[in-house]
């Protein structure tokens, strides 16, 4: 038993971020999905792709900041950690908007999957599974770029 204790707290930090970034991961698929099914794969895609992440950078904020890196800044080092935080954010967000605009709107109707404008019936028609599945890929992308952001750059230690 003692070692498993070791081995976890060896480990926390990557155990916590997987475990708090799967969490956010599946809010903001959950919430994609959602936006898809009342207002369409076009607006999932575009504005409802917006909302749904600025929704989860601050959830991810309060779950690395208490959780995984533990920080103990206040005042104005945590306002400029805050900042970091959401800057390196809006930056993946940026990225993911490109791969689901490219992949969506782009290369789902060059292969046969138009953008929905409004969900369809209770099964998931194939140009929605192809842009969930799109939001999945563009979250593995968006997940270790956050990791390698928040490790190096926002949450790094003192030494």
Known sequence: ??????WITKYYEGLAYLFFGGVATLLNLLIFAVFQ???????????????????????????????????RNHGTAALKEFGQFVFFRLL?????QVII??????VGPA???????AASGDAMAPSELW??????????????????????FTFKKKQ
Do not use: E
């Open 1 to 6: 038993m003692q070692k498993i204790k070791d």
């Open 101 to 106: 605009t490219i992949g969506v709107q782009m």
């Open 131 to 152: 842009a969930m599945g799109v939001k999945l890929f563009s979250q593995v992308v968006v997940i270790l770029s956050n990791y390698v952001f928040s490790k190096l």
């Open 37 to 71: 099914a009342a207002f369409g794969t076009g607006f999932a895609a575009g504005p409802g792709n917006i909302i749904d992440n600025i929704l989860c950078i601050l959830f991810a904020y309060w779950t690395n900041r208490t959780f995984v890196f533990r920080s």
């Open 92 to 96: 993946t967000l940026v990225m993911d």
């Open 111 to 117: 292969i046969g999957f138009a953008v929905a404008g």
